[in-house]
């Protein structure tokens, strides 16, 4: 089977996931419906317990020639019609003739698809955890760590460390929860035939529906989604959100650790990030894998939202972009995390330059606490006004801004401000506090 070298999932790919979604266990899982589907069928007595079993037993991979099933399927445009015969010419006459009995191909690749998308999100989940968890650590460690936020790129007000990390603990919280309710809900067999309507299963069908849900793990539906594909998306969706979540923690760290702020950086290691002409790079090479899977796997997702717009009871071709789309979407959130919570375990954190850099441009990222001090005496925008033009001089001039502010302010004035100039760790409001609650909420949600 021909197949094109991906270099980025080849590099920072998850085996797990990749596995998952391998042709050997995607064959397993249309195999293990088609023997659920005659087990079920026999106990709804719908076919043989006898035929029941042969078929079982003969659903197995070494009864399928991988290279015929796939030079097949081209020629009838879906795998399953030779699948079955294979599984047929396994069988004595009897048996060969019940194996797909009242299915149609798509039932078999949905419920088959359903098996790989929940085994997929449990093991996103997991990832998902070991992320949280370091990211929890951190939270911990650094909750009173001292640190410039910035917005607009710019030095805004101070904060800590935890606290930023805080906000991405919060979030991985709330994926958490997204991969349990959607690992729910992707979870559903598939087994309406033709168009949808269980005619050819007979009155027995909703019976033998519950049947193959029950012995695959799968929750039941009485109403076919052969072309309702919300489901698939939300999957899809799911891990592209994933590793969104994981690329704005390796943005961080990329812009945190530029040589000019140099507050973090990735875990070192011989030739780790290394340049072939530039001998003192460490470039963050985990942070930008993480960054393209995140960007790779936002513009694949879109795809997926076409596929939904499949017509009447069966797609004429959006159905084939999942094929595509889901394992990879799959094996790219699962690379984002796993590399992520990779950076994340292993990531320096230099306090001291976070310091240090809090008194760039003379202080001026106390200017708020300034103007905050001085608004009870003077009034909100009239301490505005005033910090303003004494930030606008520090500047200008180099200054530091508690004493550009001395000069232009009166002695009543600066009554309120107390001791000049102000520390950066007495305006952290409450940063500690939003670590705590963070870690509560990751801790409460396992």
Not at 68 to 88: D, H, K, Q, T
Not at 216 to 231: K, M, S
Request: glycine share 10%; net charge negative.
């Amino acid at each position: 089977m021909r197949q094109t070298f991906k270099l980025l999932p080849e590099l920072f790919g998850d085996g797990e996931m990749a596995g998952i979604f391998s042709a050997e266990r995607t064959v397993l899982a249309w195999l293990r419906t088609e023997a659920a589907l005659a087990r079920a069928q026999a106990e709804a007595g719908v076919i043989t317990d006898a035929d029941a079993q042969a078929i079982a037993a003969a659903c197995v991979p070494g009864n399928i020639d991988i290279e015929r099933l796939w030079s097949e399927a081209v020629n009838v445009g879906y795998p399953i019609l030779p699948l079955v015969r294979m599984i047929a010419a396994a069988l004595p006459d009897g048996p060969n003739g019940r194996v797909h009995y009242g299915a149609t191909t798509q039932d078999i690749m949905d419920t088959g698809l359903s098996l790989q998308m929940g085994e997929a999100l449990d093991h996103l989940g997991a990832l998902l955890g070991s992320f949280g968890d370091a990211l929890a650590r951190m939270v911990a460690e650094h909750a009173g760590t001292v640190i410039a936020a910035r917005t607009h790129a710019q030095q805004a007000v101070p904060t800590t460390f935890g606290a930023k990390m805080a906000v991405l603990l919060a979030e991985a919280a709330r994926q958490r929860e997204r991969v349990t309710t959607a690992a729910q809900r992707v979870r559903v067999v598939s087994l309406f035939g033709a168009g949808g309507t269980s005619a050819a299963m007979g009155e027995r069908s909703s019976q033998v529906r519950q049947g193959v849900a029950n012995r695959l793990g799968l929750r039941t539906t009485e109403v076919p989604w052969h072309v309702a594909r919300d489901g698939v998306a939300e999957f899809g969706v799911t891990c592209a959100s994933l590793a969104a979540t994981a690329a704005r923690f390796a943005r961080e760290v990329v812009d945190l650790s530029r040589t000019e702020v140099g507050e973090v950086r990735e875990a070192g290691g011989h030739h780790r990030g290394a340049s072939s002409t530039m001998p003192q790079k460490a470039n963050p090479i985990g942070c930008e894998a993480v960054i393209g899977m995140s960007g790779t796997a936002g513009a694949l997702s879109s795809g997926l939202f076409r596929a939904m717009e499949a017509g009447h009871e069966r797609a004429a071709g959006e159905w084939q972009v999942e094929w595509y789309v889901v394992p990879l979407l799959a094996e790219l959130g699962a690379g984002a995390l796993a590399t992520a919570a990779e950076v994340a375990a292993g990531l320096r954190v230099y306090p001291e330059a976070m310091r240090a850099n809090l008194g760039a441009e003379g202080g001026l990222i106390m200017a708020e606490a300034y103007m905050m001090r001085l608004a009870p005496a003077l009034g909100r925008e009239k301490a505005h006004d005033l910090v303003y033009q004494a930030a606008h001089e520090a500047r200008e001039h180099g200054r530091a801004l508690a004493d550009a502010l001395r000069d232009l302010a009166g002695p009543d004035d600066l009554a309120g401000l107390g001791a000049l100039p102000i520390p950066p760790e007495s305006y952290i409001g409450d940063a500690e506090a939003i670590c705590a609650a963070a870690l509560d909420a990751w801790r409460d949600d396992r």
